[in-house]
């Protein structure tokens, strides 16, 4: 049998490559990707994928046709990355249960966030913010897929030493913060966020991220008016996978 060639497709990344390393592919800003086929399907159904956590890790994987290392991709990235897939795969029409009600969503007209790069050295994964309650200094990077290989690791952990632990809130900070008042020791770093992190900043700081880290503007205005946020878990590429289980 002759080669066959995949149809493929380019991505334009949330964060325009500015937050790699010039060395980096993924510097460039664009990600080509290959349309979806009967083996991404498999990876979907694959029950030990998805009992790990890792499924939509190895979606991507096979269907990047860059030479890239997945996992170097910050979350916006991946999340546009996703959404692409997920149009070229099933198409734009994305039905999805609210509240208990059943809503179709196009996908295809969600579109990237616009940030200020101006607060970004090309390569340079660090920001700075004043905690507004404490005046507090902090530092933080953008996450990316090797920091989330970490994290779920550490509250695997976590759930071993007690099943009633539910500490993914304060982990994922420990890994997002860099310096805290200039001291980068990581130890200090934990016992902050552990001790003298207010509530009232950590609110301040997710709001902050939200709304100055590169990503996809998930939001949509359903037919009531309500405003929510899309999903994207593995019920996103394949809504019925449970009820082939």
């Known amino acids: 049998m002759s080669e066959f060639k995949f149809p493929t497709e380019e991505i334009e990344l949330p964060s325009k490559g500015l937050l790699y390393p010039k060395d980096n592919p993924l510097s460039s800003g664009k990600v080509e990707i290959k349309y979806m086929t009967a083996k991404e399907e498999d ?5 030990s994928f998805i009992e790990n956590g890792t499924v939509l890790d190895k979606l991507l994987e096979s269907v990047i046709v860059s030479k890239i290392n997945p996992k170097d991709l910050i979350i916006g990235d991946k999340n546009a990355i996703l959404i692409a897939t997920r ?3 099933y198409g734009s029409d994305y039905t999805v249960k609210i509240d208990g009600k059943v809503h179709t969503i196009d996908i295809s007209e969600l579109a990237n966030k616009i940030f200020d790069e101006s607060l970004i050295e090309q390569g ?3 920001f700075s913010f004043v905690l507004p309650h ?3 200094p902090i530092t933080y990077k953008i996450l990316n897929g090797h920091d989330e290989i970490k994290i779920e690791r550490e509250l695997k952990g976590l ?3 007690n099943k009633n632990s539910s500490p993914e809130a304060s982990t994922r900070l420990k890994y997002t913060i860099t310096s805290v008042n200039g001291e980068t020791e990581t130890k ?3 016992e902050f966020v552990d001790n003298y992190f207010l509530a009232r900043d950590t ?3 997710r709001e902050h991220l939200r709304n100055t880290q590169p990503d996809v503007d998930l939001t949509v205005i ?10 994207i878990g593995l019920s996103f590429f394949w809504p019925d996978l449970e009820d082939r289980a």
């Open 43 to 47: 990876i979907l159904s694959n029950s």
């Open 87 to 89: 149009v070229l795969g």
């Open 124 to 126: 340079k994964n660090e």
């Open 134 to 136: 404490s005046n507090t």
């Open 159 to 161: 759930k071993k030493l």
């Open 188 to 190: 200090e770093i934990r």
């Open 203 to 205: 609110r301040a700081f």
């Open 222 to 231: 359903l037919d009531s008016g309500e405003e929510v946020l899309v999903p």
